[in-house]
């Protein structure tokens, strides 16, 4: 919170009058509920000549920290009554560990500061420490951060369990990898009833199923991703078979198994957002608050996984890299056999990091719509409007409208078509973003092919060994390339949220979040599992199968190889960033889209 000017902070001044009266009414609340009041706890920051309330009460009592909470958010529902005359600032923050809440008041006195006060005063009464109603309270209390800090520390610990023999085949790594990940799922699962229960809420029980829903989907998601990309089963094995055939069908393979593998997750995470939102909101649909918060955390559960995740996906590329280095430098084909293996199943682990990594944008597509929801409410108190008039005639101030009274005051149905039109453009934009990102690769690797090809000429002796490659020409092209291709795909997922605000207004905008989610999520599901069963494929015929490496079915696979390369590692990851960064860009001109739009 930004000082206030000191010419503010002389004689009387309102600012110090309401800070007192602010004191004087704190210390009232904590002494009537029977709390010790400590003297520096709720020292105010006059005497420091600073226009700020500074909270330190360091680990306080539950009960106190109740009180504090709802002091917080019931400041942020006066800063829209009393902000729009620029007459006062008001910012809250409540921490836990060390509980901070901050409040800026008064440029000139008016009328209405002594009315919210009052109001305030009225709202702490109201306050019951044993049965507190607030939805805020609980949030409060369980903090979903240090849940997640907690449940990652887990998943770290379960790497120990990750044990393999030598010479282990392909599903027998998987299996190894799949004790760790479901060791850590239960450990979670257990901890999880067991610290939300010590926090003695209310519906602590539903709200951890609801943390068991994200994880469930989590492993759904894994399994279902480890079934259609590794050669051990038979959809990977069917698109090697392919390769019999010559290319064409391997790809033609390879696109329908994408496709195919999209309908488990995308099931998975439906039913994950319904189950979690009913749990956490004690199986009412009108309790939105709530269930928002119960996809929130079921997200956290679904990651909560994220070290031993994480771990796996990353040594992908290092067991890829390790292959190379091992044939560049004439090892052993026994060396070479096992880099392969775990190549291979690097494969499979880094497209069910991807798909992790896409189902909690997924999971959480409703949560992110309720900020931008939020934003929106912040940004018509801005603008001075404090009532919703609906068309029935109704209306409802904008600091006590829900989430469910935007999108009526709004009018964000499909028969809008605004929304319509903007779900049409969020779909566009998912495509169009593997478009731009596809023929990026496509360019760079084109750049790439002539470089070698010159250097194949102008230095004859790479092909016999007596001469070294100019590797720093390579890598510069492809670093040149990576950063000067994204450009126009970075602008245009910034740009797009912007412009369909300023011309469809906020429905359009709700509209083009909801189409870049819903298409993006199946998009990316489809390019990674599609590129890792090419990928593996082809493993599966280096392994001695359809005639072995070398052979016609072999140079098909590879085909379909370079094809799935793009699609996993490219196009199929960066959706993830487009659905989070239009969210975020959209939030952020949440202000500018409601104060003008075309429509």
Not at 453 to 481: H, N, W
């Amino acid at each position: 919170v930004p000082d206030l000017p000191v010419n503010l902070l002389s004689g009387e001044h309102p600012a110090r009058v309401a800070a007192q009266q602010l004191q004087y009414l704190v210390l009232e609340r904590r002494q009537a509920h029977g709390f010790p009041v400590h003297g520096d706890a709720f020292a105010l920051g006059i005497e420091r000549q600073t226009a700020y309330h500074d909270l330190r009460g360091g680990l306080l009592h539950r009960a106190e920290l109740r009180i504090a909470a709802e002091l917080t958010f019931y400041a942020r529902d006066q800063l829209g009554r009393i902000e729009r005359l620029g007459h006062i600032i008001v910012r809250a923050c409540c921490q836990t560990e060390n509980l901070v809440c901050v409040l800026g008041f008064c440029r000139e006195q008016n009328d209405r500061n002594v009315a919210a006060l009052a109001q305030l005063e009225q709202r702490l009464d109201a306050v019951q420490l044993g049965h507190h109603d607030v939805e805020y309270d609980q949030m409060d209390r369980v903090r979903h951060n240090d849940v997640e800090r907690f449940q990652t520390v887990i998943g770290l610990l379960d790497l120990v369990a990750v044990r393999t023999k030598e010479n282990a085949t392909i599903r027998e790594l998987l299996k190894a990898l799949a004790i760790g990940t479901n060791l850590s799922s239960v450990l979670i699962a257990l901890s999880t009833f067991g610290v939300l229960y010590l926090l003695e809420l209310d519906n602590w029980f539903w709200i951890s199923c609801s943390v068991i829903i994200g994880l469930l989907v989590g492993i759904v998601i894994g399994q279902s991703t480890e079934y259609y990309t590794s050669q051990s089963y038979k959809p990977t094995q069917r698109v090697s078979e392919a390769g019999l055939t010559g290319p064409a069908t391997v790809i033609i393979s390879g696109l329908g198994l994408g496709m195919l593998s999209t309908a488990i997750p995308v099931l998975a995470v439906v039913a994950g957002i319904i189950c979690s939102f009913l749990f956490a909101s004690g199986f009412d649909f009108n309790n939105v608050g709530m269930g928002l918060y119960g996809i929130g955390i079921a997200a956290v559960g679904m990651l909560s996984t994220l070290g031993i995740t994480l771990a796996t996906d990353a040594y992908g590329p290092i067991a890829d890299n390790a292959g190379g280095n091992a044939e560049m430098s004439g090892l052993g084909k026994e060396v070479r056999k096992r880099t392969d293996a775990l190549d291979s199943l690097g494969n499979t682990t880094a497209a069910t990091g991807k798909g992790f990594a896409i189902g909690s944008a997924a999971l959480t597509g409703l949560a992110l719509l309720a900020s931008y929801v939020e934003e929106i409410k912040i940004g018509l108190l801005r603008l001075g409007e404090t009532v919703l008039t609906f068309s029935d005639g109704k209306a409802i101030e904008v600091s006590k409208a829900s989430f469910s009274d935007f999108m009526i005051y709004y009018d964000v149905t499909l028969m809008n078509p605004k929304v319509l039109a903007g779900m049409f453009l969020g779909s566009m934009m998912a495509f169009m973003f593997c478009g731009l990102t596809m023929n990026a690769v496509g360019r760079a690797a084109g750049h790439m092919v002539e470089e070698v090809r010159r250097q194949f000429r102008e230095i004859p002796g790479i092909l016999t060994g007596k001469a070294e490659p100019d590797y720093a020409r390579c890598v510069a092209i492809s670093t040149k390339g990576a950063q000067h291709e994204m450009v126009t795909p970075s602008l245009l997922a910034i740009i797009a949220p912007i412009l369909t605000g300023l011309i469809f207004g906020v429905t359009g905008v709700v509209g083009l979040l909801i189409g870049g989610l819903s298409t993006g999520f199946v998009l990316a599901i489809f390019m990674a599992n599609s590129g890792g069963a090419w990928d593996n494929a082809k493993k599966h015929i280096e392994e001695g199968n359809h005639g072995g490496k070398g052979s016609e079915a072999h140079k098909a696979t590879v085909v379909g190889d370079t094809v799935g390369d793009p699609f996993k590692d490219t196009s199929g990851p960066s959706l993830n960033i487009l659905i989070k960064l239009m969210s975020m860009v959209a939030i952020v001109m949440a202000g500018l889209t409601v104060a003008w739009s075309l429509f």
